[in-house]
């Protein structure tokens, strides 16, 4: 299973945000360059990428920072997130070396948006699932859809995307625990990948996620717990490598 650092952009700085709140962030770094630099000397084998202006935005507003991180580091997959609406923003990020694109609330609004580029760019999508009590969250978890996560999920792997990635809303960036049970009743729903996000933080999260890695469960992002040191990041996928469980996905 991949533990994978979370970078999140505001105003070219890495920061965490509690609850996806724009107002209550904490800046850990002047440089999300050298936070790249950093995880990946500590043997990160991918990378998460939120550029949190482009969520609130709609269109990308970090750009040339997260060009410079794939630039930097063209043989370790980055995954970004946030103002992805258009096929034109893939089409960049791509010629800029970035594998994989995360869509979330344009797959929420127009899921036919979804089923085209799945089919355009096949292993290139990602859908972001952002969720307060079961339902979807969008526009930079502003407003709350009618959606129901499993309902959403599985539609989206008909269309074809690569993976999921599942967020507990109420536990992002809160310290609280992963929603175990939740990431694996989705992981169990859907045949593509999983990936956990919100709530890490420390190593008996990891060791919780661990066991339910083959219900298809892919990978963890972790943000706070490995800026605030509660997670050791090379430890923690250190152990994850060691208890490495035969993969359900490809």
């Not at 609004?109 to 990602?126: G, L, Q, T």
């Not at 430890?235 to 490598?241: P, S, V």
């Amino acid at each position: 299973m991949l533990l994978i650092p979370a970078i999140d952009i505001k105003d070219g700085k890495c920061v965490r945000l509690r609850q996806g709140d724009m107002s209550d962030s904490t800046v850990f770094s002047d440089s999300p360059v050298a936070m790249a630099d950093q995880w990946v000397q500590q043997g990160a084998r991918r990378i998460h990428l939120v550029d949190l202006d482009g969520a609130f935005a709609g269109t990308p507003a970090n750009a040339d920072v997260i060009h410079e991180i794939a630039e930097r580091h063209p043989n370790v997959p980055i995954q970004i997130g946030g103002g992805i609406r258009d096929e034109k923003t893939i089409e960049a990020y791509l010629d800029a070396g970035v594998q994989y694109l995360i869509i979330g609330t344009r797959a929420v609004n127009e899921p036919h948006f979804v089923s085209d580029i799945a089919i355009e760019y096949p292993r290139h999508i990602i859908i972001g699932l952002d969720v307060r009590d079961g339902k979807v969250a969008i526009d930079g978890w502003s407003k709350l859809s009618k959606h129901d996560v499993i309902d959403l999920a599985q539609h989206f792997e008909e269309d074809g995307v690569h993976a999921i990635i599942y967020t507990d809303i109420s536990r992002d960036g809160m310290m609280q625990g992963v929603n175990i049970e939740a990431t694996r009743k989705l992981a169990e729903a859907v045949r593509i990948p999983v990936i956990a996000s919100g709530g890490v933080t420390n190593m008996d999260d990891i060791i919780a996620l661990q066991k339910i890695e083959d219900s298809g469960v892919q990978g963890v992002i972790t943000g706070r717990a490995i800026y605030e040191g509660t997670l050791n990041f090379a430890e923690a996928q250190k152990y994850l490598d060691e208890h490495e469980v035969p993969k359900l996905y490809t």
